[in-house]
């Protein structure tokens, strides 16, 4: 089998994956003339976006799509019947150095299907992470998939060469994973995670001591992962409790939802419909308040509820609390402002800076990058004042509804 | 009016060398008219500037964020730009904090100007897409990139740090780019067909960009949010984004039609046993069951189990309250900085560290999550109830002489009720089946302390707690 048709497959097999980004590693480059690559601390590049709407910043393939594990959800499970192909460490290794020397991408993005053993295929993963660092002293961006249990010198190498680490958590409940993927224990990815997190701290800590020896290199992006939405009957309360938890206990940098899509050769014991894409957004909105604006799990959606889709998130929260608003723009806290919608962390920083010299008025909200028509109920302004019992309207929620549209695309 | 001719469209110091003289000559905007030599707006001016440039004395502050936008925004294609800026620094000299009132329509207009040209040199990093000419050592990296604003300088360095050790061009209409593995360097513009037209890889590039995309999941317009189409024509994936997209639609209806596979006979592990009353068992099989435990719900988001270490003969077992953050990762108890204080403590009060078995009253770790933190949480009496049986279960495989409970958690789990401990610290206690019990505060409780005198005290006292436990293992010396 030649290289561009193993790429087809094994690009195919990766798709599922929702994580995409290059960001938040330390800052490197190749300006002492050896090697080749850079990253950015900040935010990473995407170097192209698929008619899915998803970013393109990371050669995203798998080693193998052969595994021993049959995973109901996933289009690699043991039972399914697509292609299998391998690539050699040297074929990734080459993809990679091309792709990037032409700026197609920042970097690679390796999983691979189990074979073997976990740390059989742990060894193969990180390999080829090894082989571009050390022999090709290639600077780019380097996200690895651990595989959960693997011994722990490799998981220390795998985080001296990746920039980061991630296991998928898969699904929200342990109950829904014991049933979708019999052979996969969520109590070893945890633990894996755990690990991961122990030796993040590690790195952490040696960095700011400052010790005289190299402190050792671990996973600067740190860990991330993904939770498939949409597959089992969990709910968004319980997927943001899952996620809550994940974040304050293994310190990950982002949870990516993966609404559950229909596999070119599904299991029958799964539902085949569209792939729940607005309740997908919503859920990285509600995840966005949690990290951001200090929302709790609680205060976006009840137990056992789902959020809203016909509104994002913090407008409902808003709606439901209106008691606490309309807000003062010119006097308000940075916390209370953080929670009127529409207003996004930028804008309120703005806001801050400019209210200290001048006050702000209604002709100033485009200024500020606010939507007007999402913020004007909640706020007050030197010139403004939503008229009284507007916000006690039982039809507010009707303005918020976005106008049913067509998806267009011309050419 | 004074008439100032800029050297380039980025001449960003000629301008402020300008701008500088204009307004210590008390020039106002509406007397000055910008132009670039050789521009288009230059054939409506005089050419000789105007004298008061010569004149360079004196000087004047504004603050870096100007600096720093005008930078900027001074690339932006707009021709009023120098005039637009200059504007904002007449009006800033004298009020400085104008730069930070968002609100204002020239500040915000020379963000947005800013903005956009940092917009523009994001893309072009992204967008640039390089053709290889010639093979392996004389391969040469040429792209053509068609830049909204006058950026190439700007984004430059940025592939010069990135493809250090490949000679590359980036042709543009305006400028051109240009890196030998040494040193930048600029020519002028030069028209489309002066570049290369294809790369072996691109056909790879575009399986690759097509086999990524779940056709499932249609996102059109968030696509072309990011990748606008003016950025298409150079781009080689671009040529099949239509073909796919009018595709997706066919294979999405496929993969639901197509038979579906039926999975492998579930292979589940073996069911872990619900812990029961079970017989005294040994440690190891207990460590195992016990890592199954579900008979309360703290397991659900605990990272796992921590059981209780130690030797299989030793007289005496610490229990703690229940794994705190750090152990609750690790799997090891006391291993946080609550261990660390009760391994200094033990040593000061002369028991041996590595004959003892520490264990916690609660096996799971029960917190909330607080952002990027958990808080430890107190285990309620369903809980501690429910996790007793591991506790009886290695005191009847470990037979300790001893047993010290270090908390009020603990104290409620070894004596089966709410023990206070005010009044049983410290003392040896008969259980009913023999053995003693020693009741003390658990280290975390000293962590906690506020007031550093009554930290040292009540450290003091911890350990002449522990002095009890240690003349009860010296007395009672058992055979290994
Ligand atoms: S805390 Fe104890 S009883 Fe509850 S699940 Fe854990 S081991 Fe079992």
Known sequence: MDVQRKLEILADAAKYDASCASSGTEKRDSSDGKGMGSTAPGMGICHSYAPDGRCISLLKVLLTNACNYDCLYCVNRASSNVPRARFTIDEVVKLTLDFYRRNYIEGLFLSSGIIRSPDYTMEQVVSVARKLREEHHFRGYIHLKTIPEADDALIAEAGKYADRLSINIEMPEETSLQQYAPEKDVRAIRRTMGRLRLKLDEAEENRSTKTKARPQRFAPAGQSTQMIVGADTASDHTILHTSANLYGSYRLRRVYYSAFSPIPDASRALPLVQPPLLREHRLYQADWLMRFYGFDVAEIVDDSAMLPLDIDPKLAWALRHRDRFPLDVNRASREELLRVPGFGTKAVERIIATRRTTTIRLSDLARLHVPRNKALPFIVLSDHRPAPHRLDEARLIERFKPKATQLGFGF | ?480
Request: charged residues 25%.
């Open chain 2, 1 to 480: 009016m004074q008439y100032i001719t800029l050297d380039t469209e980025t001449d960003f110091d000629g301008w402020r060398k300008a701008a500088r003289s204009l307004v210590l000559h008390h020039v106002p905007p509406t007397d000055a008219t910008w132009t670039v030599q050789g521009g288009e707006a230059e054939l409506f001016a005089p050419p000789a500037p105007s004298p008061i440039f010569e004149v360079n004395d004196g000087t004047f502050n504004v603050s870096a964020k100007f600096v720093e936008l005008a930078k900027a925004a001074i690339l932006h294609r707009d021709g009023e730009r120098f005039a637009i800026l200059y504007r904002l620094l007449w009006r800033l000299k004298d009020n400085h904090d104008l730069i930070e009132v968002a609100t204002d329509p020239d500040v915000a207009q020379v963000t947005a100007m800013a903005r956009a040209v940092h917009r523009d040199e994001h893309k072009m990093h992204a967008f640039v897409r390089f053709r290889e000419i010639g093979r392996e050592r004389a391969a040469h990296y040429v792209a053509w990139f068609e830049p909204e604003h006058h950026i190439v300088e700007l984004a430059a360095p940025f592939f010069a740090k990135r493809f250090a050790d490949m000679p590359w061009s980036i042709l543009t209409p305006d400028l051109c780019a240009h890196w030998d593995g040494h040193a930048l360097s600029f020519t002028s513009g030069v028209s489309k067909n002066e570049a290369p037209g294809e790369d072996r890889l691109e056909e790879t590039w575009r399986r690759y960009y097509a086999s990524i995309f779940n056709p499932a999941r249609l996102k059109v317009k968030a696509m072309q949010t990011e990748m606008p189409k003016k950025y298409w024509r150079n781009l080689p994936e671009a040529s099949i984004i239509k073909p796919l997209i009018e595709d997706a639609e066919r294979m999405t209806g496929a993969m639901i039609a197509n038979a579906a596979t039926d999975p492998h006979k579930p292979q589940k592990r073996p069911e872990a046993p619900m812990p029961r009353k079970l017989a005294a068992d040994d440690l190891e099989a207990l460590r195992e069951e016990a890592a199954h435990c579900r008979a309360c719900p703290l397991y659900k988001d605990a990272t796992q189990t921590v059981f209780g270490e130690g030797p299989k003969d030793a007289t005496i077992m610490l229990v703690g309250e229940q794994p705190g953050d750090k152990e609750d990762l690790a799997g090891h108890p006391f291993v946080g900085p609550a261990g660390q204080m009760l391994d200094r403590a033990l040593q000061e009060a002369g028991v041996d560290r590595n004959k003892v078995y520490v264990t916690n009253a609660v096996k799971h770790f029960k917190f909330v999550p607080r952002g990027k933190i958990r808080l430890h949480q107190k285990p309620a009496t369903p809980e501690i109830r429910a996790c007793r049986q591991w506790y009886e279960r290695e005191v009847s495989v470990i037979q300790p002489e001893l047993i010290v409970a270090m908390g009020a958690t603990a104290a409620q789990s070894v004596f089966g009720k709410i023990t206070p401990i005010g009044k049983t610290r410290g003392r040896l206690i008969d259980l009913p089946d023999g053995r003693k019990a020693l009741v003390t505060v658990h280290p975390s409780y000293l962590l906690r302390l506020p007031d550093p005198e009554a930290k040292v005290l009540e450290y003091q006292r911890f350990v002449e707690d522990l002095k009890i436990a240690a003349g009860l293992q010296k007395k009672a010396p058992r055979a290994a």
